[in-house]
């Protein structure tokens, strides 16, 4: 790109036209020894954590969609649909008083090359699949020089988070929609992250399979 264009983009702060001394300030500016809740996870939800399990295992595990059954807090009962690839479960977080929970429909989405699984969920329908987990799988030979996995993984504040957009689809009587939770998705989420790295690591260091049986 000619420097001519870059001269015209407002807010670029590069060190031709900010040196240091200006962009330090700038900087310090941005960090805080406390941080909003909703500057952090307002609108993504960023989660981390090292897993001791070798990466292609590690993806094995997480790119079958029922492994959700296993580390998720609470998905439970999944089970094919007619639809290929797509599987019907059960949320307890959306449970009412005299129902198993909110039904959930979940695609996963694979990348073995790039180490990738993401899932497509949504609560209700299986139409439109909007809620989208992404995860990332690295070596953490390459990151952090030792054997194992760093899971990165971000959630998107879609804006169907705060209105239901099938509010004909939903059961009669629920307390709540899954947007309810966002504010609790970072913890949530960290939670289950750890969930996670409990099971495969259990299994890899006892030299289980970290897929188990019931999946194959």
């Not at 998905?75 to 639809?83: A, K, N, V, W, Y």
Request: with cysteine; charged share 25%.
């Amino acid at each position: 790109m000619p420097m001519s264009t870059l001269d015209q983009i407002d807010g670029l702060i590069r060190i031709e036209t900010s040196p240091k001394e200006k962009a330090t300030p700038v900087i310090m500016e941005m960090m805080r020894s406390v941080y909003p809740h909703d500057d952090v996870f307002g609108t993504y939800c960023t989660v981390n954590e090292y897993v001791d399990c070798p990466p292609d295992e590690l993806f094995d595990y997480m790119s079958d969609t029922r492994c959700l059954e296993e580390w998720t807090y609470s998905l439970r009962g999944f089970t094919p649909t007619d639809e290929p690839d797509l599987w019907l479960a059960h949320d307890r977080l959306g449970a009412g008083p005299d129902g198993p929970g909110s039904a959930i429909y979940t695609r996963t989405v694979a990348n073995r090359e790039a180490l990738t699984v993401d899932y497509h969920c949504a609560w209700d329908q299986g139409k439109h699949l909007w809620m989208i987990y992404l995860m990332r799988i690295v070596d953490a030979q390459v990151v952090f020089d030792k054997p194992g996995s760093v899971v990165l993984w971000t959630n998107c504040h879609h804006p169907f988070y705060d209105r239901n957009p099938y509010p004909e689809t939903a059961p009669a009587g629920r307390p709540v929609w899954v947007g309810d939770f966002w504010d609790m998705f970072g913890p949530g989420h960290l939670l289950e992250l750890r969930n996670l790295k409990a099971i495969a690591e259990y299994r890899h260091r006892n030299g289980l399979p970290v897929t188990p049986n019931w999946m194959r």
